[in-house]
Structure formats: C-alpha cells, structure tokens
C-alpha cells in the first residue's frame, strides 16, 4: 500500500554531483521521517542521512558538510544532494520512510529498492 520511488542514481566522476530523489506514495496517513541509507560492497547498510517531519536533520560523519538532506512534504518526496563525490561514496543508495498508513498512528518502515550510485575517473 506504500511505495517508495527513488531516482538520481548514476555515474560520476570525483568531485561531481548528484541529486537523489525519493517519493512515497499510497495510502499515507502520515510520515515521520525519512533518510538514505547505502550499502557498498560487502559492507552492512548504513545510515546517510536523515530528516524528521519538523525537518531536524542528521548525517553520517563521512557526509557531513558534502551531502544535504531535504524534503517536500507536500509532494511526499525526500531528497539528497551530494557534492564533492567521493570514490568511497560508491554504493547502492537505498530511500527508507517512516509512514502511519492509518489513523492510528502505528508507524511502518518503508523501503524503496536502491539506486546505484559510481564515482570513479
């Protein structure tokens, strides 16, 4: 019944940028928040970022000060603007949201199905 829609996933070259997009859609009551996660190559899946319905956001340490996080609420869309890629950003970038289906409030984790993000020469 929720469906996560991501795209901006590509190749680039070292110091490039990309801008990842992820829109939700179905039966939404409410979401609480949203982030991006990735998983390189025989590594476990981590958290990018992230941004509350208030628009608190967080970011993984290796991020900071290169990759934003952002969000319309009205199109239930979350986004992330990566600058200065780097080799190691190579991943597989996955869109997650907390979403309330229903009015009462019970909240589920939504995944979309990840986009392959390559910075290389």
């Known amino acids: 019944q929720v469906q996560l829609v991501e795209s901006g996933g590509g190749s680039v070259q070292p110091g490039g940028s990309l801008r990842l997009s992820c829109a939700a859609s179905?039966?939404?009551?409410?979401?609480?928040?949203m982030g991006w996660y990735r998983q390189a190559p025989g590594k476990q899946r981590d958290l990018v970022a992230e941004?509350?319905?208030?628009?608190?956001?967080s970011y993984a340490d290796s991020v900071k000060g290169r990759f934003t996080i952002s969000r319309d609420n009205a199109k239930n869309t979350v986004y992330l603007q990566m600058n200065s890629l780097k080799p190691e950003d190579t991943a597989v970038y996955y869109c997650?949201?907390?979403?309330?289906?229903?009015?009462?409030?019970?909240?589920?984790?939504?995944w979309g199905q990840g986009t392959q993000v390559t910075v290389s020469s």
């Open positions: 997650n949201a907390e979403v309330s289906p229903y009015s009462d409030f019970r909240m589920y984790h939504y």
């Open positions: 179905g039966s939404i009551f409410g979401i609480n928040s």
């Open positions: 941004i509350t319905s208030g628009g608190s956001t």
